[in-house]
């Protein structure tokens, strides 16, 4: 059973950091791309980041580039998003997923929890 627990996640200032870990079991983590998504309140999904394996290649949509960097350490079966210089329309719902969100087809047994970003002065 695919489980993905998250953590971090809060509120923060403008222009703050955070970082949301996501330890991942039940399945083969090191064989596996990991994503990033995102809800805002009444908001669509927002894609916002995956990292590939074993080659740690990281992508990024243009809305968070240069702000956020994802990691992972496939010894620990986590994946890491290090979110800084933070926006007010960064506040959303943060969820990692199993495999590369943007190809779609990922069931939601797949996903992280959700971790609550919160961003306000």
């Known amino acids: 059973e695919v489980q993905l627990v998250q953590s971090g996640g809060g509120l923060v200032q403008p222009g703050g950091s955070l970082r949301l870990s996501c330890v991942a079991s039940?399945?083969?983590?090191?064989?596996?791309?990991m994503s990033w998504v995102r809800q805002a309140a009444g908001a669509d999904l927002e894609w916002i980041s995956s990292?590939?394996?074993?080659?740690?290649?990281?992508y990024y949509a243009n809305s968070v580039k240069g702000r956020f960097t994802v990691s992972r350490d496939n010894a620990r079966n986590v994946v890491y998003l290090q979110l800084n210089n933070l926006k007010i329309e960064d506040t959303a719902v943060y969820y990692c997923?199993?495999?590369?969100?943007?190809?779609?087809?990922?069931?939601?047994?797949?996903w992280g929890q959700g971790t609550q970003v919160t961003v306000s002065s």
């Open positions: 997923t199993k495999g590369e969100f943007r190809l779609g087809n990922i069931p939601r047994s797949d």
């Open positions: 039940g399945f083969a983590f090191s064989r596996f791309t």
């Open positions: 990292i590939t394996t074993p080659e740690d290649g990281a």
